[in-house]
């Protein structure tokens, strides 16, 4: 069957469209369109490839997705060596670099190209009348890796190059790094799947790169950054370096937007002060800066030494790791009740500041790491991000250190802590009790989808704990007219009107409350959940693991949380306290989750509705027995439209889903009896 020509045409256009977006996006930085309309172009074309395999190229945006993996990496020949660069530790290097320089070219001063050294792994992409066809690593220099499957799926390396006047052969060489936003969540990923955590962005990027299977290169957040030209032939091009790099972002190839061109030494200087300064905001990691004498021909006068050029240096910055002892590990608890285990080591200064401890995030992780109490370890500081232990120097552990274990009893107020099942974060289960968690435990109970208290807010919450007028929630209930007015910015008004808003706060509902209790893993979806299925509170509280688990949606995670928190006897005295108080609600009848007239149907709401805020709506739905997501898929019944949707109701339409206006809405409802 010969392809229509109005297929084919579709199909260029789509592809010219979306390397059109990569170019805005990775080499100018401007993007036009959100990401949502980038995947519909993406998906369309995919759509159209699928449906006409014969239309595929390998220059389509679509094949970056990656190939079958390969058996192993073939070899590639530099033609021209890929040589590492002269690292210069102090400005009195940098000096004595230019002065070398000056004195062999016989000039006063130089035009110096400069950019941030990038810490990600090398790679050379050679283009041939425009088209990728090889990536390959650096290697020892001589000889690197053919990795031309997983350079393609990397989206800011143009398949094509853009525009005209490229030479026949044009290799580009630059480096591959991940962002700093992408290492995180990549190790948030690895971590939560119980994988390979990766010690920094540039293992990060060279692990992705080397990988056998190119879906997973295509799976990791890397991207590119040109900095020279290895063999070119067929063409010509500028005599400066920084013109070049200038050519190169017009052919679409990603160039560092903080690459310059400096008055000499002092230019140089100035230069890496400022890049040192602007370290830490960059999206990504940089090791220091290069200096390149920008004119060609004086570039090759100046030659080569060893393996490393004359006429580049690279000038690095202070270190970001150093070696340290672990002189102890305490265990902190922060808001939520989380433990959290800190290596407290002997001071170390590391990239100008002093370090003198580490987060160690859970237990998982000193597990992996193998960290003990006097160990020495390999420690790294990025900026205002913690400082974390990379890795252990077991060469230097001598005789036998113990292993740590997180403690069975919370630190700060004695309380049973707990893991819940498939979870990596240990939990105290003091919730309403711990002072760790006292603010915390307070700005929820006060907030508006919990007991929904006006005028309580942080600031307020933190005079009443700081002076010792509130301990828990029940003492909110216990405040007087005169404590309040002795407040900070607190007067009689302001008082009366605390008051009346936490006296309303008494007449709720058994869903809010469960919520507002903040029982870990128990949202308003659960509470709610829980509330229709239990009827009562009694009759939750003594519910057993088992019974819980029969609740739909609760899992064995939620049940172990519910049970801990009810099993504590603090937890039971501020209920019991806050129903003295005159909290109450009124029981429901526990209906059948199957008898529900909404039963196993999933919403998604969207727009802004007249009659009824989101929240409103989003309740009357699951009083009927019915699913709120936040998200549109094949699984969706409905999409609730208002006015002003977003993207959802787009998606709804992509993917044929009924689509409920607010008229059609409140129908359904009144069918039901919900309004």
């Known amino acids: 069957m010969s392809v229509p020509a109005e297929i084919r045409r579709r199909v260029e256009a789509l592809r010219k469209e979306i390397e059109h977006h990569n170019y805005l996006y990775y080499v100018l930085d401007q993007p036009e369109i959100s990401d949502a309309e980038y995947d519909r172009l993406m998906r369309e074309l995919q759509e159209l490839e699928a449906k006409y395999p014969e239309l595929v190229t390998p220059d389509s945006p679509t094949q970056r997705v990656g190939a079958a993996p390969r058996k192993e990496f073939g070899e590639v020949r530099h033609e021209v060596p890929m040589l590492s660069l002269n690292n210069a530790f102090s400005d009195e290097e940098a000096i004595e670099f230019d002065r070398r320089a000056r004195e062999i070219l016989g000039v006063e001063i130089i035009d110096y190209a400069v950019e941030p050294k990038l810490d990600g792994l090398a790679v050379s992409l050679m283009y041939q009348h425009g088209r990728l066809v090889q990536g390959a690593t650096r290697g020892d220099g001589y000889t690197g890796e053919d990795v031309t499957a997983n350079v393609r799926t990397i989206k800011a390396i143009p398949l094509h190059l853009r525009g005209s006047g490229w030479p026949a052969t044009l290799e580009v060489r630059g480096e591959v790094i991940m962002t700093k936003e992408g290492f995180e969540k990549l190790n948030a990923e690895q971590r939560r799947k119980g994988e390979k955590i990766f010690a920094n962005p540039r293992n990060a990027a060279a692990g992705s790169l080397r990988q056998l299977d190119p879906k997973v290169t295509a799976s990791r957040p890397l991207t590119f950054f040109a900095y020279g030209l290895g063999k070119v032939e067929g063409g010509t091009l500028p005599d400066r370096h920084s013109h070049i790099m200038d050519r190169l972002r017009e052919w679409g190839v990603p160039v560092n937007r903080e690459a310059r061109v400096v008055e000499g030494i002092e230019g140089c200087l100035a230069y890496h002060k400022a890049m040192q300064e602007k370290r830490e905001s960059l999206p990504y990691e940089i090791d220091g ?170 600031k307020l919450i933190d005079q009443l704990v700081d002076k010792g007028l509130v301990r828990d929630p029940a003492d909110l209930y216990s405040l007087t007219r005169e404590q309040l007015i002795g407040l900070e910015r607190m007067g009689p008004k302001s008082a009366d009107n605390l008051l009346a808003q936490l006296e309303k706060s008494k007449s709720t509902s058994l869903p809010r409350f469960l919520y507002a209790l903040g029982i870990h893993d128990v949202g308003e979806v659960t509470a709610q959940t829980l509330a229709e299925h239990f009827g009562s509170l009694e009759a939750l509280m003594s519910a057993s693991e088992e019974e819980l688990m029969a609740v739909p949606d609760v899992g064995p995670a939620v049940a172990t949380s519910i049970r801990q928190f009810f099993a504590q006897k603090h937890n039971r005295d501020v209920i019991r306290r806050l129903r003295e108080a005159g909290v109450h609600w009124p029981d429901i009848t526990p209906k059948k989750p199957e008898e529900l007239p909404l039963a196993g149907k999933t919403f998604v709401l969207t727009g802004a509705l007249s009659s009824m805020t989101r929240d409103e709506a989003r309740e009357k739905l699951r009083q009927l027995g019915a699913r709120v997501s936040g998200s549109v898929s094949r699984k969706t019944d409905y999409v609730v439209v208002g006015e002003d949707p977003g993207s959802k109701a787009e998606r709804a339409r992509e993917l044929g889903v009924p689509m409920l206006d607010e008229a059609a809405f409140l129908k359904l409802l009144r069918e039901h009896g919900a309004v």
């Open 289 to 458: 800066v290069v200096y390149k004498v920008d004119r060609l021909d004086w570039q090759a006068k100046l030659g080569y030494v060893a393996r490393a050029p004359r006429w580049a240096l690279a000038h690095k910055f202070p270190a970001h790791e150093e070696i340290t002892r672990v002189i102890d590990i305490e265990v902190q608890v922060g808001r939520t009740g989380a433990l959290t285990p800190v290596a407290k080591l002997e001071p170390v200064r590391i990239g100008g500041v002093t370090v003198s401890s580490a987060s160690l995030f859970n237990q998982d992780e000193i597990d992996r790491l193998d960290v003990r109490i006097g160990d020495w370890v390999v420690v790294r500081r990025a900026g205002d991000v913690i400082p974390q232990i990379v890795s252990v120097v077991k060469s230097r552990r001598k005789g036998r250190l113990k292993k740590f274990r997180l403690p069975d009893k919370c630190p700060v107020c004695g309380s049973p802590t707990y893991r819940p099942p498939g979870e990596a974060v240990t939990y105290c289960t003091g919730g309403l009790y711990c002072p760790a968690q006292r603010k915390r435990a307070l700005e929820h109970f006060a907030s508006r989808r919990a007991m929904d208290i006006e005028g309580l807010g942080t």
